[in-house]
């Protein structure tokens, strides 16, 4: 999702200047999960192998939540930035009928 929201707000931003390659979000979009996920496999084989793995440890746990919460936050930020672009473009010009829009 957030690079769904990056790539909306990318559009939204710079409306009239070339498109540019989507490789970076393509990679950005796996490696992120993936050193999460990696990260969090490897410590809890070395810390707490002892247990079943559905045991709950909350400050292993934050490898997984500290992203979401992150990157769900940037996605609140590309929300009201294309919001505003939106708001912005549908307003009114004194010069300009109203008819028209």
Known sequence: MFCEGFYLHRLMSNAFSPPRS?????VFGWAVPLLSSTLYGILR???????????????LEWIFDAPNVLFLFLNLVFLSNIL???????QTHPNE???FR
């Open 45 to 59: 084989g070395i810390l707490n192998n002892e247990s079943c793995w559905t045991f709950s440890y909350e400050r």
């Open 97 to 99: 009928p109203g008819n």
């Open 84 to 90: 505003r672009i939106l708001l912005t473009q549908m």
């Open 22 to 26: 989507l490789k970076v979000m393509y």
